[in-house]
Structure formats: structure tokens, C-alpha cells
């Protein structure tokens, strides 16, 4: 079992940053890839980065790349989203997830969820 809680959102102006943290409990987190998927008001959950187990392999969605960045720290159970040049159009609802069955741009295939952490970007 992997509980998950999320920190680090809030309020910016659009082109400023925020750096999202999520803190994992379980002492198999390094066992897990992990993803950042987010969701606005009234539309479907999206997926937004993934990274194995390692932190080797990333893979982010084509609306991010380059202004995100996915990383982890197993030794601190944790995984974080280094977000750059914000938009107005990334104000949304961000989770963090965990996957036994590595990287995944899918939401069905994610076995954990945390609770969310809210983004706003000012225009």
C-alpha cells in the first residue's frame, strides 16, 4: 500500500514557476514508476509526466515538454514537478500517482493516487 500527498501548489503569474512535491509512504516507493497528471474544472483527468522507478527514463506530455521537469528522490520517497513558465491554461487540479507497471501516459493504469494540490495561473 503507497499513500500519497501532494504540496507545493498555489497561486503565480502566468511565465513565473512552482515546484510540486509529492511525499510517499511504503518502503517499496522505489518499486514504482511514478506520473503527474492534472485536471481542470470540467474536463477529464490528463496526463502531464512519467518517470521509471530509477528516475532514468521521463516522458511528458507534448504541452509541457520543455517547461517541465519530473525528478525523484527514492532515498526521500518522493517525487517532484519543476514547473516553468507557467500559463493560465495550466491552472488545474495536480496529482501525483504511482504504477507497478512502469512509465504510463494512462490513468486506469496507475494503482495510487493522491489527494491534489490545487495550480492557478494569473494572466
Known amino acids: 500500500q503507497v499513500q500519497l500527498v501532494e504540496s507545493g501548489g498555489g497561486l503565480v503569474q502566468a511565465g513565473g514557476s512552482l515546484r510540486l512535491s509529492c511525499a510517499a509512504s511504503g518502503r517499496t516507493f522505489g518499486s514504482y514508476a511514478m506520473g503527474w497528471f492534472r485536471q481542470a474544472p470540467g474536463k477529464e483527468r490528463e496526463f502531464v509526466a512519467t518517470?521509471?522507478?530509477?528516475?532514468?527514463?521521463?516522458y511528458y506530455a507534448d504541452s509541457v515538454k520543455g517547461r517541465f521537469t519530473i525528478s525523484r528522490d527514492n532515498a526521500k520517497r518522493s517525487v517532484y514537478l519543476q514547473m516553468n513558465s507557467l500559463k493560465p491554461e495550466d491552472t488545474a487540479d495536480y496529482y501525483c500517482?504511482?504504477?507497478?507497471?512502469?512509465?504510463?501516459?494512462?490513468?486506469?493504469?496507475?494503482?495510487?493516487w493522491g489527494q491534489g494540490t490545487q495550480v492557478t495561473v494569473s494572466s
Open positions: 518517470l521509471s522507478w530509477s528516475g532514468g527514463s521521463t
Open positions: 500517482a504511482a504504477t507497478f507497471i512502469g512509465p504510463s501516459r494512462q490513468v486506469s493504469e496507475y494503482n495510487y
